[in-house]
């Protein structure tokens, strides 16, 4: 088992940054991807970014590169996400996710086994 614990989320104004954290406990961080997804009530969850185990790996979704940067610090179990020039549809629950996988990083939810409870990121107008 990995438990997941998401942090950093708040209420911020356009063009403005925050940074989530993810912390895991648990089985060995350093032998998962990591990825962070995000929900819109009533939509579907969607990815948002992801990193391989060792961190040389990244990936993005359309909407966030250039202005999101995923890194992790094996050290400390954590995975962060540096959100800057936030924009209202920003607005959603963020999650981060543990992938077995060793090959690099992936976007399908599918492939993640471990979730955290999310931490709530709103960006105003």
């Known amino acids: 088992q990995v438990q997941l614990v998401e942090s950093g989320g708040g209420l911020v104004q356009a063009g403005g940054s925050l940074r989530l954290s993810c912390v895991a406990s648990?089985?060995?961080?350093?032998?998962?991807?990591m990825g962070w997804f995000r929900e819109v009530l009533g939509k579907e969850r969607e990815f948002v970014a992801a990193?391989?185990?060792?961190?040389?790996?990244?990936y993005y979704a359309d909407s966030v590169k250039g202005r999101f940067t995923i890194s992790r610090d094996n050290a400390k179990n954590t995975v962060y996400l540096q959100m800057n020039s936030l924009k209202p549809e920003d607005t959603a629950v963020y999650y981060c996710?543990?992938?077995?996988?060793?090959?690099?990083?992936?976007?399908?939810?599918?492939?993640?086994?471990?979730w955290g409870q999310g931490t709530q990121v709103t960006v105003s107008s």
């Open positions: 996710a543990a992938d077995p996988f060793r090959g690099g990083a992936r976007a399908a939810e599918r492939y993640y086994d471990y």
């Open positions: 648990g089985r060995t961080f350093s032998n998962y991807a």
């Open positions: 990193i391989s185990w060792g961190g040389a790996r990244t």
